[in-house]
């Protein structure tokens, strides 16, 4: 499918269209930062922030929500037991690539095995419109690291880059064809490839590298570091208090608890995002912690980031993003980790 | 089975908690249809000694406190410390680190002598409690979970992990990220980090998680410019029961 241009002027238009496919959501200020909203009509456009550097929270709060009813019981037995598997037709706008990455790795993790119905169902009734971005967020993102510093190959369904005053549109999906297909998109000439071209080399050159080995090794590295001393050192600050997980686009451990109603037989299911972070996370019955220390949390976070999600799943299990460094408070540094392991060899 | 029987008594504090208790509203009736309230002078005039179920709302701040709270303690099978003051004796703790002279001269004045005090204490300093609905005032939704597990006979899922949790759930800003702080690295959540989504900061009215890195705290509230009484004086406030708030 050829690329077509979106004029910024119809831009109040391209949003009332997608607004009449259902919810969209798209990145707004939040105090000083940002975070992906709801656009609730076409008078809340002027809201959406395409300038914004990254949000709080990755969108996997739109597929895998903080709290979510998993199904209501009452009474013993399964006939009073109900599923409430809900989706409604989405749209995100400004999903950034290494966002669209994570949401790729998600979609491969909830996909293997048990398919996940929950995220499947709400991930199916969303349109992806991602956006480029020209240069990183802050100093701690490492996105051409791993690799996600352009789109996924079919991870979205648009895909913008702003070209100044006008919009350069991938397609990928037919979906995006059909969404794609009005009067406010014209194809795209020789003057917009190259000015996607141009924008593309300036993100090459903003988003250096910043660790000193390819990422391929990463999985190995880790794996040979495994009884270094950096994780006891980075753990002295921690809090486990797991906003690292929290904030994370790959991370999808979740805790399922029942709620009772006051009758004490009736009540809901409910998942909440949980975190290896947590003392709580490793418990089993009898009371045994599995990982009961702060060094052996935090380092099995970074061996997922780095190894584990990526031999399951095939995709990576960091996208680079530094949300993880941003929000903590204790300034514990993932990229710091994954620089210090490249001397652990024969340590 | 006949309903079990339900009493509150209070101690040193506000009786926010127990207002808390009546602002559960969309649930009161559902309560009074699986209990039966015999004790609570804040919502009713009867009274009675015989309950299956103490909730003990306050702190312990006079030793004339403790015969009632022993006798409380032998008359209920099952005995909730309710509220910060009960749980970790809350705000009356500041006494202990004014002296206690000193804080009877400030309230009472001249009067001071016709009061009996001692050093505040948070309820299991006296005798055993079965379970602890924390914070300043308690959150209803954790009060109802209370309830409703101890009818359905199951633990209550209490959180005992750092307020942070739940502040990022709710996507806020960090207060650390606003050039302020809080005490929310360290803090019980379970308040769903009411003061950081309303414009405040943590106190950790809720209690310390059972393993806070306190020494992570003391050191990222020093880069934020406090002294070390600043620091000690964040603990306090709250959580003076705690060893991390002596020294």
Sequence with gaps: ????????????????????????FAPVAKGPQFAF?????????????????????????????????LLTFKDKGPEGVRAEVKSQPTAILGVHPYDLHAIATLDAAFSKGARDAYYLAKRGATTLIGLNVKAPANENQFAADMNAIDPPAGGYDLFLTDLGDRYYVEISTGAGEAL?????????????????????????AHF???????????????????????????????????????????????????KLSMDAHSGTRERIW???????????????????????????????????????????????????????????????AFQQIADQVGA | MAKPRVAFHDFTSCEGCQLQVLNCEDEILGILAAVDI?????????????????????????????????????????????????????????????????SMKTVYGEAAGWYETSAA??????????????????????????????LAGRTPQIPDYPVCVECKLRENVCLYHKGQYCMGVVARAGCKAWCPSYGGR??????????????????????????????????RLFNGVYDVAKE
Aim: aromatic share 8%.
């Design chain 1, 1 to 24: 499918m050829l690329p077509k241009v979106l004029s910024k002027d119809r831009f109040a238009d391209f949003v009332a269209r997608l607004l009449g496919g259902g919810r969209v």
């Design chain 1, 37 to 69: 909203a709801e656009i609730a009509g076409p008078d809340e456009v002027s809201r959406i922030r395409m300038d914004y550097d990254i949000s709080i929270l990755p969108p996997k709060k739109l597929f895998m929500p903080q709290r979510e009813t």
């Design chain 1, 180 to 204: 794609a297909d009005d009067d406010m998109f014209t194809p795209a000439g020789a003057g917009d490839h190259k000015g996607k071209r141009a924008y593309d080399a300036a993100k090459a």
């Design chain 1, 208 to 258: 250096t590298r910043k660790l000193p080995y390819d990422t391929r090794y990463l999985p190995e590295l880790l794996d040979v570091s495994y009884d270094s001393l950096i994780w006891e050192a980075a753990a002295r600050r921690c809090f486990s208090c797991g906003t690292c997980t929290n904030v994370c686009p790959t991370c999808y451990c979740f805790d399922v608890l029942d």
């Design chain 1, 274 to 336: 949980d975190s290896c972070q947590l003392e709580g996370f490793a418990v089993v019955a009898g009371g045994e912690n599995f990982r009961e220390e702060r060094p052996s949390r935090l380092r099995h976070r970074m061996f997922r980031k780095g190894k584990y999600i990526f031999e399951r799943t095939g995709r990576t299990g960091c996208v680079g993003c530094g949300r993880c460094i941003t929000h903590c408070v204790a300034k514990i540094s993932i990229l710091e």
């Design chain 2, 38 to 102: 015999v004790n609570f002078r804040e919502a009713i005039d009867e009274k009675s000694e015989d309950y299956d179920i103490a909730f003990i709302e306050g702190a312990i701040t006079r030793d004339s406190d403790i015969p009632r709270l022993q006798e409380i303690r032998q008359r209920a099978k099952i005995l909730v410390a309710l509220g910060a003051c009960a749980c970790t004796g809350g705000l009356n703790v500041l006494k202990n680190f004014r002296g206690i002279e000193a």
């Design chain 2, 121 to 150: 204490r948070p309820i299991d300093a006296v005798v055993k409690d079965d379970a602890k609905v924390h914070g300043c005032p308690i959150p209803t939704e954790e009060f109802l979970e209370l309830v409703k597990s101890v």
């Design chain 2, 202 to 235: 943590c106190y950790a009215c809720r209690g310390l998680i059972s393993d806070p890195n306190n020494k992570a705290a003391k050191e990222i509230l020093d880069e934020k410019g406090l002294t070390i009484q600043n620091v000690l004086d964040e603990f």
